[in-house]
């Protein structure tokens, strides 16, 4: 099967601009996970989702990270303004959900904020 | 109380030697415990799990070694090879949250 696809792999822009990541799951997989991995730490959850509706953003700064999930499938993840510290790896996972505890990830995006 | 704490950060060991990473965690609601793999550019990979009901799990050279009156669990890699080298995270998972450690930066010296 298809893994996990995410584009970009790399972004580099300035602090206080806005940049989007977009993720393709797993086909079938119902849930969905955006992470965020800071260099040398591990992956922190920012946001799950359901199909298309939101189980847990509690981690996720609602004041400048946003994401959707359109139709239950594809989803973005947006971070407006951007500031140094939300330089990372965002990394995208999938899973079927219920009592399928098997994660899938992708390659992630290293987003570099300068 | 989230939290799962890893150790050591990093951990160089001679080819065909045992690689031990050891984590510790406070939440008894977690109900599933993995490792990933991570490899640089990649994103983390299931390696092996285990449920708090089994004491120990074996796939191949990696084993899962798990106490859970300590809250304690373990990854063991027997006959480490250089293609081993790579971050390995533990985690622990609630109905609805996978909480990662810290990771450890495995080398394997050929």
């Known amino acids: 099967e298809a893994g996990v696809a995410q584009s970009p792999r790399y972004k580099i822009i300035e602090k206080r601009q806005s940049v989007a990541f977009w993720c393709n799951p797993i086909?079938?997989?119902?849930?969905l996970y955006w992470y965020q991995q800071i260099l040398g730490q591990g992956p922190k959850l920012l946001i799950q989702?359901?199909?298309?509706?939101?189980?847990?953003d509690s981690q996720l700064p609602k004041d400048r990270f946003s994401a959707e999930r359109l139709k239950g499938v594809d989803s973005t993840l947006k971070i407006q303004p951007a500031k140094l510290e939300d330089s990372a790896v965002y990394l995208c996972?999938?899973?079927?959900?219920?009592?399928?505890?098997?994660?899938?990830f992708g390659s992630g995006t290293r987003l570099t904020v300068v | 109380q989230q939290q799962v704490k890893q150790s050591p950060q990093s951990l160089i060991v001679q080819k065909g030697g045992i690689s031990i990473i050891n984590c510790a965690y406070e939440n008894t609601a977690f109900d599933y415990f993995p490792w990933y793999q991570q490899f640089p550019g990649k994103g983390p990979a299931l390696l092996i799990a285990?449920?708090?009901?089994?004491s120990e799990k074996k796939e191949g050279r990696f084993t899962i070694s798990f106490n859970k009156s300590a809250k304690q669990f373990s990854l063991h890699i027997m006959d480490s090879q250089p293609g081993d080298s790579a971050t390995y995270f533990c985690?622990?998972?609630?109905?609805?949250?996978?909480?990662f450690g810290s990771g450890t930066q495995l080398t394997v010296l050929p």
């Open positions: 996972a999938s899973s079927l959900g219920g009592d399928d505890y098997g994660y899938t």
């Open positions: 086909s079938g997989h119902a849930t």
């Open positions: 985690a622990a998972r609630t109905a609805r949250q996978l909480t």
């Open positions: 285990i449920r708090p009901d089994v």
């Open positions: 989702f359901q199909n298309n509706g939101v189980v847990d």
